[in-house]
T-cell receptor
């Protein structure tokens, strides 16, 4: 399992685009990158997953450069309700049954 | 509605009194897992199960037991709880072990051991 490093916390304002970067220097060939969102006192919720280049869904975009040693979660036009902790996970979808979440990035959206 | 349920949601108990936190999913998922969450430490995996009768230790298994007799249920057992097991516990499931990174989480169980 590749270790990930994220900023501990970030602040932004409503209406802004927020980018959270995750570093995973030891990512393996078969590893995917997955992001979760967690609101206070709730379980994490899957946001997006990708392997390379760019993935977009109705919630976010995930940018992965060619070397895959980092990834960026992009949240367009955030609102107060996007205040949460965001976790980046890296793992093999076939072989890794143990999951490591890490401490995540606490995103605080200001009015 | 597809969901993971946990019971109880809140529990206050005393040191040494055995307890069980139940977890059930209605999605026919093979993979199930338990996590604990503590301030400053993030989410840590306790045990996981890849299928019925198949369980394995996560990062912090000490003091916990699990069983997987049925596909839908994955109870967490604390044989002799101690105050350092006071935490917020989450159960999660995913379609298969190959989908272990895309999990569905329960609402959490807040446990206090005095």
């Amino acid at each position: 399992l590749a270790k990930t490093t994220q900023p501990i916390s970030m602040d932004s304002y409503e209406g802004q685009e927020v980018n959270i970067t995750c570093s995973h220097n030891n990512i393996a060939t078969n590893d995917y990158i997955t992001w979760y969102q967690q609101f206070p006192s709730q379980g994490p919720r899957f946001i997006i997953q990708g392997y390379k280049t760019k993935v977009t869904n109705e919630v976010a975009s995930l940018f992965i450069p060619a070397d895959r040693k980092s990834s960026t979660l992009s949240l367009p036009r955030v609102s107060l309700s996007d205040t949460a902790v965001y976790y980046c996970l890296v793992g093999d979808r076939v072989g890794d049954d143990k999951i490591i979440f890490g401490k995540g990035t606490r995103l605080h959206i200001l009015p | 509605e597809a969901q993971v349920t946990q019971n109880p949601r809140y529990l206050i108990t005393v040191t040494g009194k055995k307890l069980t936190v139940t977890c059930s999913q209605n999605m026919n998922h093979e993979y199930m897992s338990w996590y604990r969450q503590d301030p400053g430490l993030g989410l840590r995996q306790i045990y996981y199960s890849m299928n019925v009768e198949v369980t394995d230790k996560g990062d912090v298994p000490e003091g916990y037991k699990v069983s997987r007799k049925e596909k839908r249920n994955f109870p967490l057992i604390l044989e002799s709880p101690s105050p350092n097991q006071t935490s917020l516990y989450f159960c999660a499931s995913s379609l298969a072990s190959g989908e272990a990174d895309r999990q569905y989480f329960g609402p959490g169980t807040r446990l206090t051991v005095t």
